[in-house]
């Protein structure tokens, strides 16, 4: 079964500094992010933004193993 849930929460903790999270098998999982490209880029929903979502929440997905 996929996951459609596909949300990403981010808020500053400093300049150029966030925490994001999302939610994963019903519970709140997030990582420290510097990737400011990327904020943009998901942000602004430009082409390629779905993909950054998705690589991005594998990527805290696997900080939380």
Not at 6 to 14: D, K, P, R, W, Y
Not at 17 to 30: A, D, L
Not at 51 to 56: D, H, N, P, R, S
Request: no cysteine; glycine share 8%.
């Amino acid at each position: 079964m996929k996951n459609t849930n596909n949300q990403l929460n981010f808020s500053n903790t400093g300049y150029g500094q966030w925490k994001v999270s999302t939610t994963h098998y019903g519970k709140e999982i997030s990582m420290h992010f510097t990737n400011a490209p990327t904020y943009d880029l998901i942000h602004s929903k430009e082409r390629g933004y779905k993909g950054a979502i998705v690589a991005l929440r594998s990527r805290i997905i696997q900080s939380n193993k």
